[in-house]
């Protein structure tokens, strides 16, 4: 009953505290144009930022961890995780531009086939083990973390209107899925630069002398995203609606076959009907 | 190697390295800590775990500073030593490029660059296993998920040699990106026939099925809450100025939800067989990183003896004092290098 | 120990019981040997003794089971854990963690077992397995019987009283498997540990099993006794003891060693010497390869190989582990670069063609035939091979127009008449049992009609059955003039198969020629046929049989 609601409510407030977090230098030169010039505050800003999301994600990763984490889903989510992880390792023929990373076939189809909460878990462990593996620890991790989350939490969304559209195993359901894709693949890099921006552009104390204002900030961002990541950005929404649209098919057919496997239970039959040693 | 340091030791001199990143803009401090990490870079590099970065680092943080410079001065006109200036009516370049701008993307950059160098450091430095391990009890389905994958990649990486060398047999070209069908799904669908005997050899050795419960939903709400509290501290510390308040928040927040986390973890079952002992190394160091924390305390609070902190390019373009009790603290920063070489030895 | 009334169990979604009404009691301190044709049911019931049927599997379960005292229906797989050791088939999917030492201790420390335990009884777990050299090593860096070891020592770390081990060798070379069943033999007989084995190679374990359980596909149900007893009833036994059962030994021996004096007390013929066989002419020369060299990095693999294949005939690459048999597989296709010496098919040398190219030549089914195996159904899977031939075309996407192509669906059909697989058609081929998965893995290599055909160990984890189905396959083949090349370790499978036989050791050929006589020289690949009559030069039961009453 009210526990129904709670997982939902908690889910909603850690994403919200997540986008506050991440947009905050949209938002601090309003803060700081009405308040005090603060002296002592430099650098400290964005790692405040970076912790503070970081919290956000605690609370949501153990939220969706005690819903969803049976054995099965464990070994599950491992061994898709090393696929994706090991996805980097492989030498690739093809030539593949700039921003590609073929991390979120995997995370949006599974988000898609198996529910948010896996596809959220797939995305934050995904980055996790990557990092874990290459030596990429560092503050830009839980941003990262949560918005691969967000991808494959929002692929679970599609479900209920492809299903009302009655799309399910028909090819319009592969293009929203490269389509959304695709959609990602540009987003994803908006929100990364978002977090490295107060670094590059640091907005702390430039502004407040000025007052400068929430539009000019965006300019500033647009600005910085097109210097330094839309080539990037493209290269990636195209390879994910190439790689959802070339393969999407026999690949969502697979995890749809397994679906089932994974989700056997044994249910206690009712009570014992066989009569055993009973005196005849 | 039989010097090595503490995982937690490391965890702390990260932790320090991090506040004295964020504590200050004074480029000669800030010089001084990237001179630290570079000394520990390069002479941790020869015990670093993973792969080394394609790019060199060095390289990174030049680009990086270059960047950051570069896009300061153009988009920031602010300041008072005009180098030139192009007219206001132009957008976004219009204006006057400022000396001060140029000089505040500088330390932008070389902020950034010692994050990147402290994290890469740390997280090369330790062996993934013990980088698991860092990760609290609580997340106990978490770490499993990520020593599953950990073990995982290099059968993948092998399962994917032999499927490439076996379609290539068969005939098959890697000519267009339809050419890499049979090569994803035998990936894919084997990928998950071993995901499901793996669990079937998890269940069997008495892995427990589920984790405790989707926890006590009061243990819940007292974590939403606490993040709800950091929330609220940060947003009325830097908007009505209301510093102590809003810290006090934050505190208590963080109290709320780290204590509800650890209470939680407690609740979970486990020992753990490895223990790592501790050295005379780890005290030195944490030592170190311990002076150095009252040092740039005391700055912050004022204390007199030492020069304060606080620098800023804006909004005439001065030096920055320099104080050598602050810089000889920061050269703490060293100490792991120093240890660990004389492991070495 | 273990007590079974009575249990049918079925699938979820299956039509048929995989178990059905099976009653087995099985007493502590007992060593028993679960065998049967594949699909039988006997991973079913293993994994009944743990409750991860149906607890794992889900399905429908009845009758009563009770191991070690407990039900493991109502218990469910976590508490038996403490009472059943269960090591499973493949060595690479049973680990967590990625070294020895955290492996074994994974599960302990998830039961929260105080430190000082966990230590002594990984110590003792590691002793029992024989790992304690291997300790601190990382789990990708081993052998597969070393990782059952692994496996193996993680489940007795628990100290269980029962172990239930499905297939454990299945995926090994010999020597690691006899290693495997070694350990297996002291840990019953000096721990009185009870327990339960499937395997296939009956011949290496028959002599230390105090209990034989047959499972039968039909319904018939389960045959449960002293081995002796029980092959008398059924069909599947090794050579000695097909000899034996059609010569009428008694008490039926069941190892080289126990017939030995009925083979001293029979007088075998000697053979009138042969009426020298039309001397066959040797067909054309298919292969031949001429002092090649590989080495990896500064390892050398093959030193100086030659070797000569005709076409039309069958040889058999044998040799202990790391002798250089896949390398030299691998440099036929053109996967490994030849570093000296050349390598001609059919008058043409191979080394400015590439595999794409080969491979219309040169079959190739490597060891896992999972790799292959990608299509929906195994119709599909022809049909892209032989698309995948024609120039200048998208596989995929002309698929379809292909079906239309009515002469490519009835090439691909026919190929599956000719495998035994025609039923299979439209079937799944990775739901499909591991000998039929390997002969659909087969089946759109041969479709090609490759004039050579090059197989790694295709026996492995295949059932007596599916080892006679595909032998008889590929004696169709090489009557058809395919030339075979096969890497194994399978003696029995090379004596009643090959034409030819090579033996590798150390990366330079040892020997080659004939089986007879190769064989007969080799101390460890020799068919019990040639261990029990070692001059009589027979490698079957058949010819032991057929030199007694020669036929007409």
Known sequence: MKNRWLSPIIYLICSLVGVVSLLYPFVLPQFNATGQPGQQRSADMPLMLTLLLGLALLVLVYEVQGQAMSTKIIALLGVLVAINAALRFFDVAIPIPGGFSPIFFLIILTGYVYGARFGFLMGVMTLVVSAILTGGVGPWLPSQMFTAGWVGMSAALLRPSMRNLSLEGRSGEVWILAGFSAVWGILFGIIMNLWTWPFIAGPADQYWSQGIGMLETFQRYATYYLATSLVWDIARAAGN?????GFGVPALRALRRFQRRFTFTYSQPPAPVVPENLPG | MNTRLHTWTWVAWLIVTLIALSATRNLFYLTLILFCLLVNYFILEASFQKGAY???????????????????LLTSHNGATVIFSLPQAWPLIGGSYTLEAAVYGLTNGLVLFGILLVFTIFSQVLPVRRLIRLVPRVFFPVAVVTSIAVTFVPTTIRQFHQIKEAQLIRGQRLKSLGDWLPLIVPLLVGGLERA???????????????????????????????????????????????????LGLIFSGLLLLLGALWWMGRQIPHTNYTREV??????????GSGVLVFVLLSSFAGLTILGSLYYSAYPVLQWPDFDPWIGSALLALCFPAYIMSLGKK | MISLRDVTFTYPGAARPALKSVNLEIASGCFGLVTGPSGSGKSTLLRCLNGLVPHFSGGILSGSICVAGLNPVQASPQIMSRQVGFVFQDPETQFVVDRVEDEVVFAMENLAFPPQEIQARLDNALDLAGLNALRNRRLETLSGGERQRVALAAVLALKPGLLVLDEPTSQLDPEAAEGILQTLVRLNKNLGLTILLAEHRLERVLPFVNSLIYLNTDESGLIVGEPRQVLSHIDVASPVIALAKQLAWRPLPLTVQEAKPFAASMHLPVPEPVEVEHQEQPGEI?????????????????KGVSLTVHAGEILALM??????????????????????????????????????????????????????????TVQEELLFTLHARQPHSRPMKKVRAVELESEAVAQSTQMLVQMGLADLAAAYPRDLSVGQRERVALAPIMVARPRILLLDEPTRGLDTAAKDQLAQILRTWRDEGHTIILVTHDVELVARLVDRVAILEAGSLVAAGNPAEVLSTSPVFKPQMLQLFPEAGCLTPQEIVDRLNPPG
């Open chain 1, 241 to 245: 609606f190439l790689l959802i649209f």
């Open chain 2, 54 to 72: 394609p790019l060199s680092l060095l390289r990174f943080g030049l680009m990086i500073c270059g960047f950051s410079t570069v896009f300061n």
């Open chain 2, 196 to 246: 499901l005997q793996l669990s079937e050899a998890m269940t069997s050795r008495g892995f427990a099925s589920s984790s405790p419960a989707p926890g006590k939903q009061s243990s819940r709400l007292v974590m939403v809450s606490g993040l709800l509290l950091v929330t609220a501290g940060w947003i009325l510390g830097s908007w009505s100025g209301k510093e102590s308040l809003g």
């Open chain 2, 278 to 287: 501790w050295q005379a190394g780890d005290g030195i160091v944490l030592l």
């Open chain 3, 286 to 302: 298919a292969l031949q390869i001429a002092d090649i060299h590989v080495s990896y990095e500064s390892y050398p693999a093959l």
């Open chain 3, 319 to 376: 040799g202990s582990n790391g002798a250089g048999k896949t390398t030299l597989l691998r440099s036929l296709v053109g996967l490994v670069r030849v570093n000296e010496g050349s390598i001609q098919l059919f008058g043409q040398p191979t080394q400015n063609m590439d595999p794409a190219n080969l491979s219309e030549l040169i079959g190739y089914l490597p060891q896992d035939p999972n790799s292959l195996l990608f299509a929906e």
